[in-house]
T-cell receptor, first 113, second 111 residues
Framework: DAGITQSPRHKVTETGTPVTLRCHQT?????MYWYRQDPGHGLRLIHY???????DKGEVSDGYSVSRSKTEDFLLTLESATSSQTSVYFC????????????FGEGSWLTVV | KQEVTQIPAALSVPEGENLVLNCSFT??????LQWFRQDPGKGLTSLLL?????REQTSGRLNASLDKSSGRSTLYIAASQPGDSATYLC??????????FGKGTRLSVIA
């Protein structure tokens, strides 16, 4: 299994509070991604990174920010959580972008009440 | 904008049957297509990756085909087993763009 660790794995938070999800990899892969998965919508890309300090927006980036100060860590922040951000969040990594095999973490379940 | 559709959304078959899962995409200018498996409460596991220049890829009882010109791919599972029960997703990329996923087909193999 690819060395990807997501934390926390489960979190319940209140509307309006900030939340940070962490993705940590031990594979030294260049690309890292954050997806959310919702019933009826499938997997949708939030943000991705193609190197340290290099990030770009995905399909559903509103309300989310990311940071990557080290190769191994990619942080996803919800500045002010809303109920619509209740979801399962997956981190993924790949060595050469989408042209090569992509590996997924186990997911982080976030509930905003 | 690339869109990926998977049909059927759910499928239930008796053990031992051969089955086909379908994936279609709207923009044929893809770089590759990947098939994934997702077990309940888990992340995705890559099963097969087909480059745009290839027609098919095989791994064990799995065979994936790609017809880029028609925007279609199929995942063939031979001699299905209860352990094959999972959601299967396909995804495409146009090169440096991140993967675009279908919503998946939920497969149940009944013993």
């Amino acid at each position: 299994d690819a060395g990807i660790t997501q934390s926390p794995r489960h979190k319940v938070t209140e509307t309006g509070t900030p939340v940070t999800l962490r993705c940590h990899q031990t594979e030294n892969h260049r690309y890292m991604y954050w997806y959310r998965q919702d019933p009826g919508h499938g997997l949708r890309l939030i943000h991705y990174s193609y190197g340290v300090k290099d990030t770009d927006k995905g399909e559903v980036s509103d309300g989310y920010s990311v940071s990557r100060s080290k190769t191994e860590d990619f942080l996803l922040t919800l500045e002010s959580a809303t109920s619509s951000q209740t979801s399962v969040y997956f981190c993924a990594i790949s060595d050469y972008g989408s042209g090569n095999t992509i590996y997924f973490g186990e997911g982080s379940w976030l509930t905003v009440v | 904008k690339q869109e990926v559709t998977q049909i059927p959304a759910a499928l239930s078959v008796p053990e031992g049957e051969n089955l086909v899962l379908n994936c279609s995409f709207t923009d044929s200018a893809i770089y590759n297509l990947q098939w994934f498996r997702q077990d309940p409460g888990k992340g995705l596991t890559s099963l097969l990756l087909i480059q745009s220049s290839q027609r098919e890829q095989t791994s064990g009882r799995l065979n994936a085909s790609l017809d880029k010109s028609s925007g279609r791919s199929t995942l063939y599972i031979a001699a299905s087993q209860p352990g094959d029960s999972a959601t299967y997703l396909c995804a495409v990329t146009s090169g440096n763009t991140p993967l675009v996923f279908g919503k998946g087909t939920r497969l149940s193999v009944i013993a």
